[in-house]
């Protein structure tokens, strides 16, 4: 992005190459500040920011930061790099959130939009009709489909999660046309996931899979949520992964949840509250 905007300096007017320089200077610092402060730091009116904005492509200011925050956070020091021995604690943590915050946001450019309304339109049927939705996993992605049964079960939703082979195994074997399997694996290569993956598409069901592209799960499914990040023990992968999974269930749920409509859970969402707010301080 800020390549493009180098690029684009010759053809801007003379304001707006102000406010592109002041980009380039700091795209992080501008990525936070208000409108009024640009303004004043390029020396121009605030028409001209979101003018230059416009030109740049983006809808407007907002949506200009927002894309320039996430290319800052694919580029700023520690990403995919290793924890070094003399590490204190605060350079662990730079380098731990700032390689998560990256790994979110590629996701958010990346996604495919089409896939998760399929998934969710596929997961609001199958509950709709009232047949079965299964959440499989294994290691950390067995919490993510124990995390995916929870969600979908304060919706109202009754779900089932299982990360023990033999169970996702048997589970597929008794689903069938109009019922719901989500596979969640960050390498795709499990082979039970695989197994299971595969009756429950013979069997009629359908098959969202949450995983790398180019992994043999990810053309198993009927639908594939495309969830990529390199793997690696340096790069923190077992947990960005299972927090991008997480994430993905999160989109998933709450699409669902506007499908159902929100008149009938509201009232739902507040009575579970209410009880377990009870319960907690009885």
């Known amino acids: 992005m800020l390549d493009r905007i180098k690029a684009s300096l010759p053809s801007l007017a003379a304001a707006e190459q102000r406010v ?26 605030k028409p001209t920011v979101v003018r230059f904005c416009r ?33 204190k604690a605060g350079d662990v943590l730079v380098k731990v959130i700032d390689n998560t915050v990256a790994a979110f946001l590629k996701y958010r450019n990346d996604a495919s939009t089409w896939a998760i309304e399929r998934a969710s339109e596929a997961l609001a049927a199958t509950y709709q009709t009232g047949r079965r939705i299964e959440f499989y996993g294994a290691g950390n992605s ?12 304060r919706l109202g939703v009754n779900t089932i999660a299982y990360s023990d082979g033999h169970m996702q195994v048997m589970g597929a074997s008794l689903l069938g046309p109009g019922d719901c399997a989500v596979i969640v694996s960050n ?5 039970d996931l695989m197994d299971a993956c595969d009756i429950a598409r013979k069997n009629g069901a359908t098959t969202i899979v949450i995983t790398a ?21 340096d790069r923190y992968s077992p947990m960005v992964s299972r927090l991008l999974h997480l994430m993905i269930i999160d989109v998933l749920a709450t699409c669902v949840a506007l499908k159902i409509g929100g008149a009938r859970l509201q009232p739902l969402l507040r009575e579970m509250k209410n009880n377990l707010r009870t319960k907690r301080y009885a």
């Not at 919490?143 to 969600?151: E, L, M």
């Not at 799960?217 to 990529?228: N, P, R």
Request: hydrophobic letters at 35%; a negative charge.
């Open 20 to 45: 592109a320089k002041l980009v380039l200077e700091d795209p992080r610092a501008f990525s936070n500040l208000p409108v009024s402060e640009l303004a004043e730091r390029a020396h121009v009116s």
């Open 55 to 87: 030109s740049m492509g983006y809808d407007g200011l907002s949506d200009f930061k927002l894309k320039l925050a996430g290319s800052v956070s694919e580029g700023v020091p520690f990403i995919h790099r290793s924890v070094d021995p003399d590490d």
């Open 142 to 153: 067995g919490i993510v489909a124990q995390d995916g049964q929870h969600k979908f079960f």
């Open 187 to 191: 390498s795709g290569r499990t082979r």
């Open 213 to 233: 592209s180019g992994s043999p799960l990810a053309t198993a499914g009927h639908i594939h949520l495309a969830a990529d990040h390199p793997e690696g023990y």
